[in-house]
């Protein structure tokens, strides 16, 4: 099992700074098959990146993933209010999918 | 517009065994692979089961293996899991979600339905 571990765990920034996070694989991830997800609390996961580098449909482009191997990073260029949340790093190129613990982007 | 709807969540005794279903909507379902991922309270996610578009791929966490059982039934446009000698560790919500094939992104989750187990 591939085991995703996220830092840092809890994030503090203001609206328009930039955010860096990590997500880092016990064992190479095959083909970058590593997806972001944002959850806001109290609703479901939103797809964000996917194939590492991949925007889904709609995210804006202030979102940007980079990576390949095991170590990956999802940033984030302005923040805006509505980008506080918690986000996810997950691989599916080996069963059983894992996800990492989460990184909680909060207001500073 | 895509919609996964989860029902069959409540409160349930340990041991007991539980069915859960998710109902898809506004896309071909028999184009996807299906997944359950829950995530306990004030904890992260976890990634239950899947099954591939025909059922010929099936897989599960090592937690819930020979407990869950899943299935889909793609004339009805309907995912499973059947959930027995369940534990207090599986309370969790319970989300469906959706994969262009056995190993892609979830691209669509449903809002979830909540297992409680306890006496």
């Known amino acids: 099992e591939i085991v995703l571990t996220q830092s840092p765990g809890t994030l503090s920034l203001s609206p328009g700074e930039r955010a860096t996070l990590s997500c880092r694989a016990s064992?190479?991830?095959?083909?970058?098959?590593l997806a972001w997800y944002q959850q806001i609390p109290g609703q479901a996961p939103r797809l964000l990146i996917y194939g590492a580098s991949s925007r889904a449909t709609g995210i804006p482009d202030r979102f940007s993933g980079s990576g390949s191997g095991t170590d990956f990073t999802l940033t984030i260029s302005r923040l805006e209010p509505e980008d506080f949340a918690v986000y996810y790093c997950q691989q599916y190129g080996s069963s059983p999918y894992t996800f990492g613990q989460g990184t909680k982007l909060e207001i500073k | 517009e895509v919609q996964l709807v989860e029902s069959g969540g409540g409160l349930v005794q340990p041991g007991r065994s539980l069915r859960l279903s998710c109902a898809a909507s506004g896309f071909t379902f028999d184009d996807y692979a299906m997944h359950w991922v829950r995530q306990a309270p004030g904890k992260g996610l976890e990634w239950v089961s899947g099954i591939s578009w025909n059922s010929g791929y099936i897989g599960y966490a090592d937690s819930v293996k020979g407990r869950f059982t899943i299935s889909r039934d793609n004339a009805k446009n309907s995912l499973y899991l059947q959930m027995n000698s369940l534990r207090a560790e599986d309370t969790a919500l319970y989300y469906c979600?959706?994969?262009?094939?056995?190993?892609?992104?979830?691209?669509?989750w449903g809002q979830g339905t909540l297992v409680t187990v306890s006496s």
């Open positions: 979600a959706r994969s262009s094939g056995w190993y892609r992104d979830f691209d669509y």
């Open positions: 064992q190479s991830v095959s083909s970058s098959y």
